[in-house]
């Protein structure tokens, strides 16, 4: 079968495909427990089943550690990486002749809109971060199995899932993947920064606005 060079093109240009798939992939998946947690908090609430709130904890506790983990550094990961690339050169991330076959607006949905919805997420919901050094083992953990994915396709195909990986040098690459695994354990902390600094600056004005009624 004949394939017209400019689709044939397409999935091997889009350098952030990958990277794009798994967080879509995370952000389904965070999403969707934080409406389930948010669905069994609402039916468990006063009902007194401890099986419930047993299961209901776990829930929380699996939201938060996606948040922490997976949901936050990937995802300023990729709408970082993806936009910085996009206005150095384009074509490198994102080939003009993309803008063919998907639209802006979709565009901004895969690489800009995750953004905001998990800072809305964070400022809503309270979610508490694993100890540091467990939540740095979970962050490298995922981003060395990425790095050994991406290797792992190259050595079967032939071929970098992000084209350009293929102008430059093998120490080069190292170099890339080290500040690649380096920048996530920087996500993941600034996450935390983040979460802390904004819980408690809240309790601190829930503080505040105690005191008049106790005096």
Not at 56 to 81: C, E, H, Q, T, Y
Not at 158 to 176: C, N
């Amino acid at each position: 079968m004949h394939v017209h060079a400019e689709f044939a093109f397409v999935p091997r240009s889009y350098g952030l495909t990958p990277a794009v798939v798994s967080l879509q992939v995370i952000q389904a998946v965070f999403f969707g427990i934080c409406v389930l947690t948010d669905l069994s908090s609402l039916l468990t609430r006063g009902s007194g089943n401890q099986e419930q709130e047993r299961q209901l904890k776990k829930l929380i506790s699996l939201r938060d550690w996606m948040l922490a983990v997976l949901a936050f550094p990937v995802g300023v990961f990729v709408v970082a990486v993806f936009w910085i690339i996009y206005a150095y050169d384009r074509e490198m991330i994102y080939p003009k002749l993309l803008d063919n076959f998907i639209p802006g607006w979709l565009n901004h949905g895969m690489h800009t809109t995750v953004l905001p919805f998990i800072l809305i997420e964070m400022r809503t919901s309270h979610h508490a971060y694993p100890s540091r050094n467990c939540g740095l083992a979970a962050i490298c953990t995922f981003s060395v199995g990425y790095i050994l994915w991406v290797c792992w396709v190259h050595h079967v195909t032939g071929m970098w899932v992000y084209p350009f990986l293929e102008h430059i040098g093998p120490g080069a690459r190292i170099i890339f993947f080290g500040s690649t695994t380096i920048l996530m354990n920087f996500l993941y902390l600034l996450g935390e920064v983040l979460n802390s600094y904004i819980w408690d600056t809240q309790r601190s004005m829930e503080e505040e606005k105690e005191k008049p009624k106790l005096e």
